[in-house]
C-alpha cells in the first residue's frame, strides 16, 4: 500500500471538489474492498477522500412513491429498513445474502455498487489481467474460470461482477444518482451503470472522473412475491455461482435479473415476455449468445434451474 | 520410562481426574484474547521491526536480476535478504524446496526476500518495490498428465500411514479375475490447504550466536534441528518458543519461510524482526495435501467376503518429494486373501506436498469407502453389513499380528442403531422432502496409533504446586489440559494446583503435535516424569514408594499421611523423564476406529449440497478428556465435509500455481454449513498403547466422513460422483430433470 | 485496442523467446518489469483519538494504519486477530459503537471518536463476560486463533437479533427473527473456525441467547 493522504469532506460538492483537485485521489466509505485492493497495490490511491460525514445516510420516500436511499446507507440498514422490507424483498434477499454480518455493518449503498470483480487473476499482481493493468492480457481465459462469466464477455475479460445488491437494484428498475466536480447531477438508470468490458475492462461503470454517488433511487413498489436465490457451493459467505432476483405476479408474468454470469447484472427485459412459459423458455432468450468456458459452462442449466426453483415457489 | 510389556493397573485407572470432560485450563486466556500468539509478543521483543515477504511470481525458472534500489530507498527500510546476500545456507532435511528461492526458483511464491523495515506499513509498501526479472522454465504441472509416467514410490509419512511402491498378499490378478461380483472405479482427490487460521508467524531475535524464534510449530525439536540445519549454526544456538499454535493441522509441521526469513532479517538488521505470512502468499509458499488418483478393484463372494482388494493411487510432488500414502489403510482396514496396493509418484512443479492432517488415510479413505459403498450395492447388500461381514482382528497381511482393539463392528452397529440408519432406503435418489432429495451414508474411520518418546519434567515446590514442563505443543488439540489432568492424577492434586509450560525447545523434548500420536505419548512422558517425582516425594516423606498412595493433596499409606507439599519444603523437587517403546507397536497393530453416518439432502432443482446430521461413533482406547477429545473429532468431521463437499487448490496448469490462493477462493466450511454433530466414544482402555492406554483421536475425525458425506449424497440422488469436491455442477445434469 | 490474443503472443515471442511454455494464452506481468524508477513519498501520519474499551487513546498513526493494526501493534491489544488481512475470516471482529465490523478493512483514522470493544473489554479471565463462559463450558474453540473474533461477533449477532435485523435464513421479513440454531448459523458464518469448533459454538450461543431471554 502506497502512503496516501487522508481528509474527512462534510457535503458532495465538497467532496467532488477534492477529487478534482487531487489527482490520484479515491473516495473511501466502508472501505471494505478498496482497501483490500489496496493492500495488494491493486488500488493505489495518493489521496483519500472520506466521505463518510456527507449525510447521505438516509432512506427517504420520493415524490412519486418510491425510495430514495442514500449513498451511505450501510447493506444492513438498507436490508433492515421496513420499507425495503415490505416493499422490495428481492433488495433485502439479495442483500442479505451477500458477505457477512460485518461486511454488511461497513459496506454502502454506492460502495456495494463500485465493488470490483473477485476473479482471482484481477487479485493476483503476477498474472496479466486487462482490467488490472490494461493491455496486459487476460490469464482466466484458459485458466480457472468456474466462477467467471458466461455472458457479455470480451476477448479482453471474463470478469464477473460480485454484487448480490445490485442484481436486486437491477430487477426494480433502480437509478443512480450522482454529482460531477462541477456541481451537475445526474440520475443514471442502473441497466446503465455497469459496463460490459469490451476491450475497456478496466471500466467498471458509466462514472466520470470524480463523480460521486449520492443515492440510489427505486420506483414506486410493484407488489409481486420477491424472490432472490443465490446459488453457491458453501452455504454462507462466498461469492454466488449464479443468482436469480425475480419478482414474479400472481398471473406468472414478472422480472427476472441474474447475478453471478456477466460483467454487470444481467437483465433481458424482451426474455420476461416467457416468464409464464415457464424457465426454459425465459432461460433461453436471457441467455442467448452465452460464451461459457469449459469450467463454467454448468452456469448455463444452473441458471434455469434455479430460476425454476423460484418459479416453483412462486407457485406455492 | 521404558514401556515394552502391557500396562498394569497404575495410578491413572484411578480416574479421579483423567477421563472426565474438562474445561480446557488455557479456557480462560483464549477466550479473553490473552493467549500470547508468536506474531504477539510485545513482551519479548519491543522493539521488533517488521519483515514483508516477497513471493516468486513464476513457478519455475530462475532469476535472471533483481533490482533492489528502490525497495532501499523506501522510508523505514532497514534491510532486505535475498538469496544472493543471505550468506551460505544449508536445505532442512524435512524441506523439499528451499525456503528462500533465487537464482533458481522451484515453486510459485517461493520466497525470494524479505524486506525489512521500522514499520509494517512500510515493509509491505517497499517489497512492492522490489523488482525481479524472471526467465521462465518449463514447468510439469498436470497431474493427470504426468501420472501416465509416474514410477512406482514407498513412502512412510512418518505419521503412521506408509506403503511400500508395490506390495502383494495373495494372488490378486487371480482373485480379481474369478470374482463374482467385482467393481473398478477411480477417485480423485484435489489438492488441499490447510488453511489454519493463524498464519505461519515469527518474531526472531539474535544474542550475539544464539537466535530465539518465538514463533508457530507443531514440533519444536524437530524445528530446531531444522533451523540449525538450514542456518548453518549449532544447535544449541537455537531456541524455539511456541506456547500457543494457531492450528497446524501439518501445515506448522516444519520450518517454514516465517521463520528462516525473520532469522535473516532480524541478522541483517541487528534487531528482533517479526514476520507472517501474508494470507495470499500461503497456499503457494507453504505446502498442501497433494491430489491423487486412486483406482480400487474389489472383487466378491456374492454372500459379500471381499476376496481381491487392489488400491493403487498416483499422485505428485516437486523433485526429491515423497507420494500421498492414500493406500496406508487399505493394507490393514478389511479382511481378504488377496491384496494388492501401489503407488506412484509423478514430478510436479507445483508447490511442495506435504503433510496435512491425517496424510495417506484422509484422501486414501474418502475413495477407499466409496468403493466399499459401491461394492455393497453391487452385492444387494447393506453397506453397515458388508463392512462387520468383512472386519478382521488381524493384519491381513501379517495374520500372526493381532489388533490391540479393534472395535469397528461395534462403531457401526451402534452408530446405525443412535442414527435411526434402519430408516434409509436402500435405493437411491427415492426420498424427498419437498424440494430436497434425502439420503444417508455410512463409512469407516480408520486411522493408525502411533508410539513416540516424549519426554517431560515435573516440579514440586513448598506450595504443593505441580509443574509440568516439556515442548510439547497444543495446536487446538487440548495438550494444557490432559497434561494437567495426568499430573494431577499422578500426584493426588486438584487440577487448579497444576500449571503447564509448553513448546519451549529449552525443555524437554516431547512426542509434539502430528500425527494423532500427541496426546498418548506427550501424556504418557508426563506419567513416567511422575512417576519419578513420586518416588522422590516418598523417599524425602519416609515412605515406601511402591505402596505409597497420592490423594488429596496428600501422600498416604497405611494410617500415615503426610503433605504432599512438605516434601518439597526445604527445596524445590524436580524429576525428568520420558516414555520410550519396545516392540508392542511391531507385535500388535494399534490402531483407532470410527463408525461415521451422515445425512445430506440435495436441492433438486439447483444441485445444492446440504448436510443434515453428523455422527461419529469412536473407539480409539481411553479417552483422556471427553469434552477436548469429542472436539478434535468434531473438527476432522469438519475438514472432512469441507474436503467432500468445497475444498480444492485449483490448479494453472499453465502457470503453475494454485489461483485461488487465499480464504476466499479457497472455501472451506462455514458455521451455516456444519449442523449440530454427534460423538460417541466406546467404552475402550488399551494397556498396549501406553501406561495411559490411551490412543489418538485428532485425525480420527476426518478419516473416512468424506466418503460418509459422498455416500448420502450418492443415496440421496442416485448419481455417483467420484472426483472430489462433489459440488453441484458435477451432478446437476444426472440430477431427476425439474417440473 | 489490439486484439488481446495477437498482443499476448506478440509479447511472448519478444520476452521468453524459444522458452518453453505449452498452451499458454497470456504472459504474467512478471516477465516484464520494467517499471519506472520511483523515489517512494514518506508516509503520512495524522492524530486519532478513539475509545478502546472504556479508555480514552490517543494515537499519531500512518494513514495506512488499519484499525486492527493500531488494536494489536501500537496498543498492545492482541485478542483481536489477523487471520487474513482481507475480511476473509473474522478473525479481526471488533465492536465499534454497538456494531461488529472486520477491523482489517477500516483504516484507523477513520474511526475518529467511535467507542471500540474488543475482546479484552468485554471480560477478563478472572471476570469472563457470559459469552466467554459459555465458550469455554461448551469447549467452543480449539487453537483459539479465531475464538476473540466468534465471541465478539457471538455478542453482536444476538444484539442485531434483538434489534430485528434480519438474515438470510429469516422466513419472514416482517417478523421478528429468532435466535435459533439456523439464524445463529448464518449470523456467524463471516467467522471462520478452521479446528471446526462450530457445532460447540452454536451450542454456547444458544445458551446465552437462551439466559437472556428468560432475563
Known amino acids: 500500500m502506497k502512503p496516501f493522504t487522508y481528509e474527512r469532506v462534510n457535503s458532495p460538492g465538497q467532496a467532488a471538489q477534492a477529487a478534482a483537485r487531487t489527482p490520484g485521489s479515491k473516495f473511501i466509505a466502508g472501505g471494505t474492498n478498496l482497501l483490500d485492493l489496496m493492500k495488494l497495490q491493486i488500488e493505489a490511491p495518493r489521496h483519500l477522500i472520506d466521505v463518510n460525514d456527507l449525510g447521505l445516510d438516509k432512506i427517504e420516500k420520493t415524490g412519486d412513491g418510491g425510495l430514495r436511499i442514500g449513498a451511505l446507507v450501510s447493506n444492513t440498514d438498507l436490508a433492515a429498513d421496513k420499507r425495503v422490507r415490505k416493499d422490495y424483498a428481492v433488495l433485502s434477499r439479495a442483500l442479505l445474502a451477500g458477505a457477512s454480518g460485518q461486511l454488511r455493518n461497513k459496506a454502502t449503498t454506492a460502495g456495494n455498487l463500485l465493488q ?80 460490459l468490458p469490451g476491450d475497456t475492462p478496466h471500466l467498471d461503470t458509466v462514472l466520470g472522473r470524480g463523480e460521486l454517488i449520492t443515492a440510489v433511487t427505486l420506483p414506486k413498489p410493484i407488489g409481486g412475491q420477491h424472490f432472490y436465490h443465490k446459488t453457491r457451493d458453501r452455504a454462507s459467505y462466498a461469492f454466488a455461482l449464479v443468482s436469480v432476483a425475480a419478482v414474479i405476479q400472481k398471473d406468472g408474468s414478472g422480472r427476472v435479473a441474474i447475478g453471478g454470469v456477466a460483467h454487470k447484472p444481467w437483465r433481458v427485459e424482451a426474455a420476461e415476455a416467457n416468464m409464464k412459459q415457464g424457465a ?37 | 520410562m521404558k514401556f515394552d510389556t502391557p500396562a498394569g493397573t497404575n495410578p491413572i485407572d484411578q480416574l479421579k481426574v483423567i477421563g472426565k470432560p474438562t474445561d480446557r485450563i488455557d479456557g480462560p486466556l483464549k477466550t479473553t484474547g490473552r493467549a500470547p500468539y508468536a506474531y504477539e509478543r510485545h513482551d519479548v521483543a519491543p522493539n521488533a521491526a517488521y519483515g514483508y515477504v516477497v513471493g516468486a511470481a513464476i513457478a519455475k525458472g530462475r532469476i535472471k536480476s533483481m533490482d533492489l534500489r528502490d525497495a532501499k530507498a523506501a522510508p523505514g527500510v532497514l534491510a532486505i535478504v535475498t538469496a544472493e546476500n543471505a550468506g551460505k545456507l544449508g536445505k532442512g532435511s524435512m524441506n523439499t524446496a528451499k525456503l528462500l528461492g533465487g537464482p533458481d526458483i522451484e515453486h510459485y511464491h517461493q520466497a525470494v526476500a524479505v524486506v525489512v523495515a521500522e514499520t509494517f506499513e512500510q515493509a509491505r509498501a517497499a517489497a512492492q518495490l522490489v523488482r525481479v526479472d524472471y526467465v521462465r522454465a518449463q514447468g510439469r504441472f498436470d497431474l493427470a498428465e504426468e501420472a501416465k509416467r509416474a514410477p512406482l514410490d514407498g513412502e512412510n509419512s512418518g505419521e503412521g500411514s506408509a506403503a511400500p511402491p508395490i506390495d502383494r498378499t495373495g494372488n490378486f490378478e487371480g482373485a480379481f479375475k474369478a470374482a463374482p461380483v467385482t467393481l473398478d472405479a477411480t477417485y480423485t482427490t484435489p489438492d488441499h490447504s490447510h488453511a489454519m487460521m493463524e498464519p505461519h508467524a515469527t518474531i526472531a531475535a539474535w544474542d550475539g550466536e544464539k537466535v530465539t524464534l518465538w514463533t508457530s510449530n507443531q514440533m519444536i525439536a524437530w524445528g530446531k534441528n531444522e533451523v540449525a540445519k538450514t542456518l548453518g549454526i549449532s544447535k544449541e544456538n537455537v531456541r524455539l518458543d511456541s506456547p500457543y499454535v494457531g492450528g497446524g493441522f501439518g501445515g506448522k509441521l516444519f520450518l517454514r519461510a516465517d521463520a528462516l526469513m525473520a532469522a535473516l532479517g532480524a541478522r541483517a538488521a541487528g534487531r528482533p524482526v517479526k514476520v507472517t505470512l501474508q494470507r495470499p502468499l500461503i497456499a503457494n509458499n507453504t505446502t498442501h495435501r497433494p491430489a491423487t488418483i486412486q483406482r480400487i478393484r474389489l472383487g466378491a463372494t456374492p454372500d459379500g467376503r471381499l476376496t481381491a482388494i487392489a488400491h493403487e493411487s498416483t499422485s505428485g510432488d516437486l523433485p526429491g518429494g515423497g507420494p500421498e500414502t492414500a493406500v496406508s489403510q487399505t493394507r490393514l482396514l478389511y479382511a481378504g486373501e488377496n491384496r494388492l496396493t501401489a503407488m506412484r509418484l509423478a514430478v510436479l512443479d507445483l508447490p511442495e506436498g506435504n503433510a496435512m492432517r491425517a496424510p495417506g488415510e484422509a484422501p486414501g479413505m474418502m475413495a477407499l469407502e466409496v468403493a466399499m459403498d459401491e461394492m455393497a450395492e453391487k452385492l444387494g447388500m447393506d453397506p453397515v453389513e458388508f463392512r462387520i461381514v468383512n472386519d478382521t482382528q488381524v493384519d491381513p497381511e501379517k495374520p500372526e499380528r493381532k489388533y490391540s482393539q479393534r472395535q469397528l463392528n461395534e462403531c457401526l452397529r451402534i452408530g446405525a442403531e443412535r442414527f435411526g440408519w434402519a430408516r434409509r432406503n436402500p435405493k437411491s435418489g427415492q426420498v424427498r422432502n419437498g424440494r430436497w432429495l434425502v439420503g444417508m451414508g455410512v463409512a469407516a474411520g480408520f486411522r493408525n496409533n502411533l508410539l513416540m518418546k516424549s519426554a517431560a519434567r515435573v516440579r514440586l515446590d513448598g506450595r504443593g504446586v505441580v509443574t509440568v514442563e516439556t515442548d510439547m505443543t497444543d495446536i487446538g488439540t487440548g495438550s494444557y489440559t490432559i497434561l494437567a489432568q495426568t499430573a494431577a492424577e499422578m500426584m493426588g492434586v486438584p487440577l487448579d494446583r497444576v500449571v503447564v509450560r509448553l513448546g519451549d525447545s529449552d525443555m524437554p523434548v516431547s512426542a509434539g503435535s502430528g500425527g494423532q500420536w500427541g496426546a498418548n505419548n506427550s501424556t504418557a512422558g508426563v506419567y513416567a516424569a511422575c512417576v519419578k517425582l513420586r518416588e522422590q516425594v516418598a523417599v524425602k516423606l519416609g515412605f515406601n514408594s511402591a505402596d505409597a498412595a497420592f490423594a488429596d493433596g496428600e501422600v498416604r ?80 468431521m469438519t475438514m472432512g465435509l469441507g474436503a467432500a463437499l468445497m475444498e480444492e487448490l485449483a490448479v494453472d496448469k499453465r502457470f503453475g500455481f494454485f489461483v485461488n490462493h487465499d480464504l476466499a477462493g479457497y472455501e472451506v466450511p462455514v ?5 449440530h454433530q454427534e460423538v460417541i466414544f466406546l467404552d475402550e482402555v488399551d494397556p498396549v498403547s501406553s501406561p495411559m492406554k490411551a490412543k489418538g483421536v485428532g485425525e480420527l475425525g476426518i478419516c473416512g466422513v468424506g466418503g460418509a458425506v459422498a455416500n448420502a449424497i450418492y443415496n440421496a440422488t442416485g448419481v455417483r460422483v467420484r472426483d472430489y469436491p462433489i459440488t453441484l455442477d458435477k451432478h446437476l445434469a444426472r440430477l431427476p430433470a425439474i417440473a | 485496442m489490439p486484439d488481446a490474443g495477437e498482443l499476448e503472443l506478440s509479447r511472448r515471442d519478444l520476452l521468453i523467446g524459444g522458452a518453453a511454455s505449452a498452451a499458454v494464452t497470456a504472459v504474467p506481468a512478471a516477465e516484464a518489469q520494467t517499471m519506472p524508477l520511483v523515489t517512494e513519498d514518506q508516509p503520512s501520519m495524522m492524530a486519532v483519538s478513539f475509545e478502546v474499551n472504556g479508555r480514552a487513546q490517543q494515537l499519531e498513526l500512518d494513514t495506512r494504519t488499519t484499525l486492527l493494526d493500531a488494536l494489536r501493534e501500537h496498543l498492545h491489544l492482541t485478542g483481536s486477530k489477523k487471520g487474513c488481512d482481507h475480511g476473509q475470516c473474522g478473525a479481526c471482529t471488533v465492536i465499534v459503537d454497538g456494531r461488529r465490523i472486520n477491523s482489517c478493512l477500516s483504516l484507523a483514522v477513520m474511526h475518529q471518536g467511535d467507542r471500540i470493544t474488543t475482546i479484552e473489554g468485554l471480560g477478563t479471565p478472572d471476570k469472563l463476560h457470559p459469552m466467554q463462559a459459555a465458550f469455554v463450558k461448551h469447549d467452543g474453540y480449539q487453537c483459539g486463533y479465531c475464538t476473540p473474533g466468534q465471541i465478539c461477533s457471538a455478542v453482536a449477532v444476538l444484539d442485531e437479533i434483538k434489534a430485528g435485523i434480519p438474515s438470510h435464513v429469516t422466513q419472514d421479513l416482517d417478523g421478528k427473527p429468532q435466535a435459533s440454531n439456523l439464524e445463529v448459523r448464518e449470523r456467524m458464518s463471516g467467522n471462520i473456525c478452521r479446528c471446526g469448533a462450530y457445532s460447540n459454538i452454536a451450542e454456547a450461543i444458544a445458551e446465552v441467547a437462551a439466559g437472556r431471554k428468560k432475563a
Do not use: W
Open chain 1, 116 to 195: 470490483r470483480t473477485r476473479c482471482p487473476y484481477f487479485y493476483d499482481t503476477n498474472q496479466p489481467c486487462n482490467k488490472r493493468s490494461p493491455g496486459s492480457g487476460c490469464a482466466a481465459i484458459g485458466g480457472y474460470s468456474r466462477q467467471l462469466a458466461v455472458i457479455g464477455s470480451s476477448d479482453a475479460c471474463i470478469a464477473t461482477h460480485p454484487s448480490d445488491m445490485a442484481v436486486a437494484m437491477r430487477v426494480l428498475d433502480a437509478t443512480v444518482e450522482t454529482v460531477n466536480p462541477a456541481g451537475a447531477t445526474r440520475g443514471i438508470p442502473i441497466a446503465q451503470f455497469h459496463r
Open chain 1, 280 to 316: 426454459k423458455a425465459v432461460t433461453g432468450t436471457l441467455l442467448a449468445g452465452a460464451r461459457p468456458t469449459q469450467d463454467n459452462s454448468f452456469k448455463l442449466p444452473l441458471v434455469e434451474r434455479t430460476l425454476a426453483s423460484v418459479m416453483h415457489e412462486a407457485r406455492g
Open chain 2, 557 to 636: 499409606s497405611g494410617n500415615r499421611h503426610a503433605k504432599l507439599a512438605d516434601a518439597a519444603k526445604g527445596s524445590e523437587l524436580v524429576a525428568e523423564d520420558s516414555i520410550e517403546y519396545g516392540d508392542l507397536g511391531k507385535k500388535y497393530q494399534q490402531s483407532t476406529f470410527a463408525g461415521h453416518f451422515v445425512e445430506a439432502a440435495v436441492d433438486s432443482f439447483t444441485g445444492e449440497i446440504r448436510v443434515r446430521r453428523m455422527l461419529a461413533v469412536c473407539a480409539a482406547g481411553r479417552i483422556l478428556n471427553p469434552k477436548s477429545a469429542r472436539s478434535q473429532v468434531i473438527g476432522g
Open chain 2, 671 to 675: 458455521h451455516a454449513d456444519i449442523p
